[in-house]
């Protein structure tokens, strides 16, 4: 049973930095791909960012790139998202979520963690 847990949600003021991470347990990951999303109160879930397990390649929403960073410990089995020059509108419950790599980054995934609430305040 695949779980994953997030953590390092919190409140921050604009212009801020903060880093999630996201501990992945239940199988091995090595074909697998790992993703960040977000979804902010009465919006849909977006897509934030992803890495392959194997390789590392990362994919970003262009409303991140250049101010999040998504990296992988594979001894750790830990994900992570630093998230710097934070603004008001990247407040959301931030998810990670995994499956099995096909070819798309930003859709399909089959396990969830809970979440982790981020706010940015102006």
């Known amino acids: 049973q695949v779980q994953l847990v997030e953590s390092g949600g919190g409140l921050v003021q604009a212009g801020g930095s903060l880093r999630l991470s996201c501990a992945a347990s239940?199988?091995?990951?090595?074909?697998?791909?790992m993703g960040w999303f977000r979804q902010a109160p009465g919006k849909e879930r977006e897509f934030v960012a992803a890495?392959?397990?194997?390789?590392?390649?990362?994919y970003y929403a262009d409303s991140v790139k250049g101010r999040f960073t998504i990296s992988r410990d594979n001894a750790k089995n830990t994900v992570y998202l630093q998230m710097n020059s934070l603004k008001p509108e990247d407040t959301a419950v931030y998810y990670c979520?995994?499956?099995?790599?096909?070819?798309?980054?930003?859709?399909?995934?089959?396990?969830w963690g809970q979440g982790t609430q981020v706010t940015v305040s102006s």
């Open positions: 890495i392959r397990w194997s390789g590392g390649s990362t």
């Open positions: 239940g199988r091995t990951f090595d074909d697998y791909i």
């Open positions: 979520a995994t499956k099995y790599y096909s070819g798309r980054y930003s859709t399909g995934y089959d396990y």
